[in-house]
Nanobody, 118 residues
Framework: QVQLVESGGGLVQPGGSLRLSCAAS????????MAWYRQAPGKQRELVAA???????DYADSVKGRFTISRDNAKTTMYLQMNSLKPEDTAVYYC????????????WGQGTQVTVSS
């Protein structure tokens, strides 16, 4: 089992910055990738950014150039640095860990609210 706990959400003005953290614990041996997803009211959950165990990084087009995903050397904490925030970035942000199993197992955190508003 893997446990994921997000922190760092809050209220920020447009143009501001926030850094989200995801603390991972448990059996991380089989985790092949970690990612940040978000879900705005009335919308489907969408991928924001992902990082594989090999270090490959992908971003949604909507956040490229503004958000940066990273993790610590021990691979137990993942971060999402969010700059130049826009009202449309308002959502609940979820940490995801994906195990390289058949079938694939996804682990989720409880989510952290990010609100961008003046």
């Amino acid at each position: 089992q893997v446990q994921l706990v997000e922190s760092g959400g809050g209220l920020v003005q447009p143009g501001g910055s926030l850094r989200l953290s995801c603390a991972a614990s448990g059996n991380m041996f089989g985790i092949s990738a970690m990612a940040w997803y978000r879900q705005a009211p009335g919308k489907q959950r969408e991928l924001v950014a992902a990082i594989t165990s090999g270090g490959r990084i992908d971003y949604a087009d909507s956040v490229k150039g503004r958000f940066t995903i990273s993790r610590d050397n021990a691979k137990t904490t993942m971060y999402l640095q969010m700059n130049s925030l826009k009202p449309e970035d308002t959502a609940v942000y979820y940490c995801n860990g994906q195990a390289a199993t058949i079938p694939t197992i996804n682990y989720w955190g409880q989510g952290t609210q990010v609100t961008v508003s003046s």
